[in-house]
Every structure is written in structure tokens, then in C-alpha cells.
């Protein structure tokens, strides 16, 4: 299993309406040290970074916390309902289109990294709730 690519982390955090500047910034720590965190091991880093993905560090870095043969951790994966944030965006007033961009990058993500998957029950739950939102966005369309 990969870890994930700092764009995806970053899009990640975007999507939560955060950044890596505004948790450095919150954590009272130097402009640019959680940069630290794509390069090497920095815990402090990651445990703050995969709270605010509601995640535990493992899930973003697992080669980081390789987990041997036979190990279990005590983290449970907790399974979210896309169709919940689907719903927040919306009364939000979330353009369509910037709803299917985000759950398009949601599937894309979900094919690369099984742990994104689980968390929001699966790939097919996911391309479910991309392709309703496309059905929402044509119907929007073509009125």
C-alpha cells in the first residue's frame, strides 16, 4: 500500500476547507514546517494533519506504520456516508459543478488507495454518488 501523494493530502485538506499553512499556522509552529511531514517521519505532523481528515495517521502514511503479519492496529476504520457531505455541500448552496469535481476526484482517489475507499464504504458506493450528482448536474443543464 502507498502513502498518499502530498497533492492528494493537500486536496484533501482543501476539501475540508484547511491547508497545510492554516494547520501550521493553528498549531503555532514556524511558516513551513509541516512541510517536514512530505519528506520524513514527523508524528506531531501527521497525527494533526490526519485529524483534520478525520483519519489516523497510518490510513495516510501506512508505510510509515507498517503494521506486521499477523498485527492488528486499534484503530477501527469509521465508515462515512458520501451521500451525508453530498447533502452539507448542497445546503451549503455548493455549485453542482464544483460538487461533481469533488466527488470525481473523490472516485479517482478511491481507485488508487483502498483505506480512502473504506473509509466512504467502498469504490461502487462512491462512483454512485459521482454518477447521481452527473445525472443532477445534465437535468440542471438541459433546463
Not at 21 to 26: D, H, I, M, P, V
Not at 44 to 68: H, N
Not at 81 to 97: F, G, M, N, Q, W
Not at 112 to 135: Q, S, T
Request: charged residues 35%; neutral net charge; aromatic residues 8%.
Amino acid at each position: 500500500m502507498k502513502d498518499w501523494h502530498k497533492a492528494d493530502i493537500k486536496a484533501a485538506l482543501e476539501k475540508r476547507g484547511t491547508s497545510i499553512a492554516k494547520l501550521t499556522q493553528e498549531a503555532e509552529l514556524k511558516k513551513g514546517t509541516f512541510n517536514n511531514v512530505f519528506r520524513v517521519k514527523y508524528p506531531k505532523a501527521e497525527r494533526i494533519i490526519a485529524t483534520a481528515l478525520e483519519m489516523q495517521p497510518e490510513q495516510i502514511w501506512p508505510s510509515r506504520y507498517r503494521v506486521k503479519e499477523g498485527e492488528t492496529t486499534n484503530h477501527e476504520i469509521e465508515v462515512r456516508d458520501v451521500s451525508e457531505r453530498t447533502e452539507a455541500l448542497k445546503a451549503d448552496k455548493t455549485p453542482i459543478e464544483r460538487m461533481v469535481c469533488l466527488s470525481a476526484s473523490d472516485y479517482y482517489h478511491a481507485t488508487k488507495n483502498p483505506h480512502f475507499a473504506a473509509h466512504y464504504g467502498g469504490v461502487e458506493r462512491i462512483r454512485a454518488e459521482l454518477f447521481k450528482l452527473l445525472d443532477e448536474w445534465h437535468i440542471e443543464i438541459n433546463q
